[in-house]
Structures are given as C-alpha cells and as structure tokens.
C-alpha cells in the first residue's frame, strides 16, 4: 500500500493531518459567520449552530470549509512526493452493493433503539430541503463528501497511521491503524442528539472503509462504498419529504 516510507515521514503525515482538520474548523467558524452576517441572522452563527435544521447556504458553506481543510492535507502531501491512491478501476462500480448493503445493515442494527438523533442528524446535513434545495446539499453528501473525506481519512490519516503501528506483526499493526482511522472517521461525523449511540456504526463504517483501502491499496472501492451508503440516506430523505 501507498504511504510513508519512514516513521518520521509518517508524522510528518499525521501532523499535516491535524493541521488541515484546525484550518478546516477554523474556515466553518469563518464562512458561517460572514454568511450569518450577510443573510442578517438573529444571534449570528452560533443560533445556526443551535439550530435544529439550518439553511441549506449554512450546511453549503459549512462543508466547503471543512473540505479546504481536508483538500489542502491532501494537497501538501502530494506535492511532497506523497502518494494517496486515488484511482479508480472499472469493477469499483460493484462496490455501490457494499455502500447499500452497509447502510441497510445500519438502518437494522439500530431499529431496537429507535435512534432519533441519526434522524436529526440527516435534516442538518441536508438543510431540511426539498425540491431544488435539496440537490446541493445531496451533491455534496454523494459526490464531494466522498471523494474529499476519502482522501483526508484513508488518503493521508490512515497511511500515517499504518506506517506508526507498524509492528513485527503486520496484520496487528494494520488492525489497529483501522481501527484508530474509523474511530476518528466516527467521531468527525457525530450529529446532534443520542452521539454515543451513533458513535459505533459510524465507527464501524469508517474501518470498513479503512479496509477496503488497506486490501486493495487504492481509494476508488472506499469511494464508492461511501458514495453509495450516503446515497440511501438522501434518496430515503427525499422519498419522505
């Protein structure tokens, strides 16, 4: 698999890591609050981060400074001389039956606890939108969520990760660095209401994703798992609206 070659470089890779998820919150804090500023919202962005479902523009914004964070991780990485695997091969489109299939397994492991906050989680992701304003919103949860997320958590995080729990045995070290990459894919995913029961099948997917990517050393099948569980979950939101 693609990655660090030296344990120092590994850091270097985790570090770049950190620094790109602080300026991605630090760009969230800054575009809501000029939008809050321009659309004259009452208490400003943090009323819109109380709220139970905010406005499309608030979600827009939120995710594209979250992303400039992601994508310049990614970004400074490469042009190091690192390599992400970000290719695609022609059977990676089966993948979109794992991406179903993990979601309706999700859907079922959390029927007994009636999870409502994973509800409300998906009406602050897509705005609460319908209609046209649903279409950005669910662009960016199939097309950029995906690809950008995949490249930050398995493109960078997860090869860091697999170079510094390296050990004399690799299936341990690898098992661990999946582990640790889908705990903190869980936990940046995290919505409003009943999070640590959320926490376990988010975490889940994360290491499914992980290793997908370990397995085959590329990010074209995680892509395409990804795309596909959150294309259920807008596709279910726009039947019920």
Not at 17 to 27: E, F, H, K, P, Q
Request: glycine content about 12%; charged content about 10%.
């Amino acid at each position: 698999m693609l990655g660090p070659r030296t344990r120092e470089e590994a850091w270097r890779w985790l570090v770049i890591a950190v620094v790109g998820l602080l300026v991605g919150y630090v760009m969230v804090v800054a575009l809501t609050a000029i939008g809050a500023e321009i659309t004259g919202t009452k208490g400003g962005a943090s009323a819109l981060a109380r709220a139970a479902v905010p406005p499309v523009w608030y979600i827009t914004v939120g995710l594209v400074g979250l992303w400039c964070g992601f994508a310049t991780a990614a970004y400074v990485v490469t042009r190091s001389g690192g390599r992400l695997g970000l290719a695609l091969a022609r059977w990676d489109s089966l993948y979109v039956f794992l991406g179903i299939a993990l979601q309706l397994a999700l859907l079922l492991a959390y029927l007994p606890v009636h999870l409502k906050g994973g509800t409300n989680a998906v009406n602050r992701d897509l705005g609460g939108g319908s209609g046209w304003l649903l279409v950005i919103p669910a662009i960016m949860t199939i097309v950029g969520a995906p690809v950008i997320e995949e490249l930050f958590f398995r493109g960078v995080l997860l090869r860091a990760l697999l170079v510094l729990f390296r050990t004399s045995t690799p299936v341990l070290g690898a098992a661990v660095a999946i582990a640790i990459d889908g705990a903190l894919f869980g936990v940046a995913h995290l919505g409003s209401g009943d999070l640590w029961a959320q926490l376990p099948g988010l975490a889940a997917l994360g290491a499914v994703l992980a290793f997908l990517a370990v397995k085959t050393g590329r990010l074209g099948p995680s892509i395409v798992t990804h795309a596909s569980f959150n294309a259920v979950v807008v596709f279910w939101y726009a039947v019920s609206r």
